[in-house]
């Protein structure tokens, strides 16, 4: 008989301490899903893996809206103008200078550019 209530007092001592992690971890912030449910998983987005993307999602988006502002200009002005235009701005201050560099006509640009031109005819 002694022995059997030394069992059962192990297996008590087992359960209460799976109760108390799984209450810890309530606490802390974890649970758990059960499967077929919709649970905190499926209404918070995963966290992201890395800060690099968001960096470069932004400079790209940099480049792709300079591009296409140069590519408006070009095609509005036509491409002597444009070229008129960067030559005055190579002969300011520095800023001026700086902006001439960022609004070279490169082929992407001009490809672009002209594609517009032979839409608007």
Do not use: C, W
């Amino acid at each position: 008989m002694l022995l059997g209530f030394v069992m059962a007092d192990s297996n008590l001592r087992d359960f209460y301490g799976r109760i108390y992690r799984i209450q810890k971890r309530h606490r802390e912030g974890g649970g758990f899903e059960a499967a077929g449910t919709l649970g905190r998983a499926y209404f918070q987005p995963p966290p992201s893996r890395s800060h690099v993307a968001p960096v470069l999602r932004a400079i790209v988006m940099v480049f792709t809206a300079v591009t296409l502002v140069k590519v408006m200009i070009l095609s509005a002005i036509g491409p002597h103008d444009y070229a008129d235009r960067l030559s005055m701005l190579r002969q300011g201050d520095s800023l001026d200078r700086a902006g001439a560099v960022v609004m070279v006509a490169d082929p992407v640009t001009t490809f672009l550019a002209g594609k517009i031109a032979a839409l608007r005819g």
